[in-house]
């Protein structure tokens, strides 16, 4: 058989390919990062100001609990459009959200105490980002009125689509609340191709054997 220069893939091999990358990108870029938290960089601690006494009216602070934190749950970076009412040049003003979903987070003993991870949005800012519970935290771009009153939990970190950290609060009253820090790292993503890719994917390697014949 004779050696044949390398030559250009026909153009409707080159479509079927292109097509090919360009659904699995699409594909990539719909769903969440699934991060894992490493639990020797991350744990949640119960601090509380309330006084406790004893029968003999010896009172004191509640001592301190923290807890090891474990488990995964799913980023989700998108681009969301907010109504202004205080700008009238402005109909909409456009922020990059990030949103915490399929939790799946072990807190131990601190979950029996009331903790719960975040699950309200926060705004991102280049690799930073923070969120509030409070509903007033965004008033201004809701284009109505708000009221809130309470203690609200907040958090912040950077994540840079590998790494996530963040620290944050989890408040049970005014008097007491939960601390946390964690660091989680992206999962591999699967590498199994997904079924809308499949049709272009053997389109193309049929493309591919019958340029092989032709070629021998």
Do not use: K
């Not at 072990?106 to 690799?127: E, K, M, N, Q, S």
């Amino acid at each position: 058989m004779n050696d044949l220069a390398p030559t250009a893939p026909s153009p409707r091999l080159a479509a079927l390919l292109a097509a090919a990358v360009l659904v699995g990108v699409a594909a990539s870029e719909a769903h969440a990062v699934t991060l894992r938290i490493d639990p020797a960089h991350s744990s949640v601690t119960y601090d509380s100001h309330v006084l406790i006494c004893d029968p003999f009216f010896n009172c004191g602070p509640v001592v301190p609990q923290t807890f090891a934190l474990s488990g995964r749950f799913d980023a989700t970076l998108q681009r969301e459009s907010f109504p202004v009412s205080f700008f009238p040049e402005l109909s909409a003003i456009e922020l990059d959200i990030i949103r915490f979903s399929a939790i799946d987070v072990d807190a131990g003993g601190a979950a029996t105490l009331g903790f719960t991870f975040p699950t309200y949005p926060g705004v991102v800012d280049g690799p930073a980002f923070g969120g509030n519970e409070n509903p007033c935290s965004l008033f201004f771009l809701q284009g109505s009125s708000c009221f809130s009153i309470g203690a609200f939990g907040n958090f912040s970190g950077t994540f840079d689509g590998t790494v996530l950290t963040m620290n944050g609060v989890d408040p049970v009253s005014f008097l007491d609340a939960f601390t946390f820090t964690l660091v989680a790292t992206a999962e591999p993503p699967s590498a199994v191709p997904l079924p809308g890719t499949l049709p272009l994917l053997a389109g193309a390697l049929l493309g591919v054997a019958a340029l092989r014949r032709r070629r021998s």
